[in-house]
């Protein structure tokens, strides 16, 4: 299992094996460089912890236990979680501001704790095998154990052609699930629970602050973030996509530090789509930063497509995931941690989708009782070129949000849900349980609603993608790919203080008119270049519409329509091959495409070759745990667990 995740950790590995259980840890060094060393324990050796993250408020939480008589060995955040759950039990995952999965054991109480941050930064995998309860932080370590099948779980690839990410607990692979985030585990005497110890509450803050004020209290919390983001016993950089983000992260990073930060970013061959460098290198320049930049070319994007699908572990319609690799492979070979502005789409409402979505709620408010006129209206207005892109809006324009918020790039009008009938051969789509993903969606609504009725629009799309988009496709994205460089990204804007700080905004601080995260860029506007606040937001704009037409197309025709992919009788080849003629001619369904070249890698990395070091190298002794369900249950026997995090 430690070899498997030895990418994640170079710098060190440690283990843990007595009686019923078994802890491993491979160590990617950061703080504490010296005595940081897991599993690590307490002074009698009666807790032990493997742990993958960071804690930013270690010292002050260390300080405080230091005052209650507890004795430390070593300066790390991890020998904090040890002792912080000596004090307060479970409850000490709340007390943790950081990102972090980690798994303990109490000898004493003879008790299993998992624990997974707020917003899923980290991962977290597990499955009962009916031999042992095993977990990890990559899928790949568990499946090194014999007794972990190989099982597609129909559902799954469902869920992932409705959202083109997979929302919930469950994974591709029967059996495997993940810890979601702002959950812990127990395990004890056989029985298993879990447990939401956090939820973001969109509750609106004390007192009536104007929007200057909110501005000052906003930089101030983001330059204190950002400060404790940097801490660090190596060096540190910044990726910039040019955009507003990341350009405030490296404001702030800049502020905090006497010595030039390090930054770095990334471009395409090609001129045909948006390149984000000419806006990184104003930012760098304007606060003197050792910048670095590269070019990804189309045989290198798709060189990297069997390693992106093994290194994600699961489908996931992410192609920025691709160039993510190269830039972060580029900082590697200068700093071992970097920072990002991951998040800050989800914290301050950034998207235009946000925007687009605000104004049609509101335009059917004002239509009333002729409701059903709007959308044959948008419809005649998308017919006259000019407003092309509003008719995608005509089909949901009678229906309430949660009928067809699915997430940022997950509805049920999209081009998989619309013609899944026909994509699907019968037997594939008769397995399908639509209910049981539009039932994903139904509850966060329910559960968002629950907070204060009625909740604003706004709010509960961003509680939908909080939930789904953003821990199941961005950041998953964001921890494996980095980690498969050996490199820490740390995302400041997705602190759960700053998280909840957004989270009690009024919602026209962050959306008003046409102007996204309006709040962000009003705090910092004199502080990053005018032209990264204004302009077009591009995201990180990989050129895939052109590369799958033209420079991939050959490779995605032979993937798809070949007789491996035709063979699991998943598709109807004919209609696939209608799909790719339709995207060659303007690239419109190039998500489609990728997420179907995605699905089918995933096949052949995971479900189509059998390692033959597996049963060698799984070396615990291990026991039955149960599945946690909605009550406890009762294994046929118990024994211990087996773990690897890095």
């Known amino acids: 299992m430690m070899d498997a995740i030895a990418h994640r950790g170079p710098d060190g590995r440690g283990k843990y094996v007595a009686g019923p259980v078994g802890l491993g840890h491979t160590r990617l060094a950061i703080i504490d460089l010296g005595t940081g060393d897991q599993p690590m324990t307490n002074e009698d050796k009666t807790v032990w912890l493997v742990y993958n993250g960071e804690v930013y408020n270690f010292h002050e939480l260390r300080e405080e236990l230091i005052g209650k008589g507890h004795t430390f060995r070593s300066n790390s955040d991890t020998e904090v979680i040890v002792h912080l759950y000596e004090e307060y039990g479970p409850e000490c995952a709340s007390r943790l501001r950081g990102m972090f999965a980690f798994a303990l054991w109490d000898n004493a109480a003879k008790t299993l704790f998992l624990a997974r941050d707020r917003v899923g930064i980290k991962p977290l995998y597990y499955i009962n095998t009916g031999n042992a309860l095993l977990f990890a932080s990559e899928i790949k370590a568990l499946l090194r154990d014999p007794d972990v099948p190989r099982e597609v779980d129909l559902q799954s690839i469902h869920r992932f052609l409705t959202f083109l990410h997979n929302p919930g607990d469950q994974t591709l692979l029967k059996g495997v699930r993940k810890l979601e985030p702002g959950h812990y585990l127990i395990a004890k005497d056989g029985r298993v629970n879990c447990c939401r110890y956090w939820d973001l509450q969109f509750r609106p803050a004390t007192g009536n602050r104007s929007l200057r004020q909110t501005c000052d209290d906003l930089r101030e919390l983001m330059k204190s973030t950002v400060r404790q983001h940097l801490i660090s016993d190596v060096p540190l950089g910044v990726l910039l996509s040019g955009g507003v983000d990341s350009t405030v992260v490296l404001a702030c990073a800049a502020e905090a530090t006497s010595k030039p930060v390090s930054t770095f970013t990334i471009g395409f061959e090609g001129e045909e789509f948006d390149d984000e460098r000419p806006f990184a290198r104003l930012a760098a320049a304007r606060y003197g930063a050792d910048h670095h930049e590269l070019t990804v070319s189309a045989q290198e994007f798709s060189g990297f497509l069997p390693a992106y699908v093994r290194h994600m572990e699961e489908p996931v319609c992410e192609a920025p995931a691709i160039a993510l690799h190269y830039v972060a492979k580029l900082a590697r070979q200068h700093v071992t941690v970097v920072l990002s502005g991951e998040g800050g789409d989800e914290a301050f409402a950034g998207y235009q989708t946000y925007r687009n979505l605000l104004l049609l709620e509101r335009l059917k408010g004002v239509a009333g009782p002729f409701q059903g006129l709007l959308g044959p209206s948008l419809d005649w207005l998308g017919a006259l070129g000019a407003f092309g892109k509003v008719r995608k809006y005509a089909p949901i324009c009678e229906l309430p949000l949660e009928r067809y918020y699915y997430s940022r790039v997950g509805t049920p009008f999209s081009y998989f849900n619309r013609h899944r009938a026909e994509l699907c051969t019968p037997d594939f789509y008769g397995s399908a349980d639509d209910a049981g993903s539009a039932r994903i969606i139904e509850d966060l609504f329910a559960r968002v609603d629950r907070q204060a009725t009625p909740q604003a629009v706004l709010n509960r799309m961003l509680y939908v993608d909080t939930n789904t988009w953003l821990p199941n496709d961005l950041l998953i994205k964001a921890d494996k790919i980095t980690m498969a460089n050996s490199l820490e990204l740390r995302v400041p804007l997705l602190d759960h203080v700053v998280l909840e700080f957004a989270a009690g905004l009024p919602t026209h601080f962050k959306v008003k008119g046409w102007t996204t995260k309006r709040i962000l860029k009003q705090a910092f506007k004199d502080d990053i270049p005018r032209e990264v606040v204004t302009r077009r937001k591009a995201g990180f ?40 003629e339709r995207n060659s001619r303007d690239g419109g369904l190039m998500k489609e495409v990728f997420s179907l070249l995605t699905l089918e890698l995933w096949h052949r990395e995971f479900m189509d070759v059998q390692p033959a070091s597996q049963a060698a190298e799984s070396t615990a002794r291990i026991i039955p745990y149960p599945h946690p369900t909605a009550g406890a249950v009762t294994p046929q026997g118990a024994d211990g667990a087996t773990a690897a995090l890095a």
């Open 541 to 580: 704009p990989v050129p895939l519409r052109r590369w799958l037409r033209n420079d991939l197309g050959d490779l995605v025709r032979e993937v798809l329509l070949g007789e491996t992919s035709v063979r699991r009788g998943y598709f109807d080849r004919r209609v696939v091959e209608q799909l790719l």
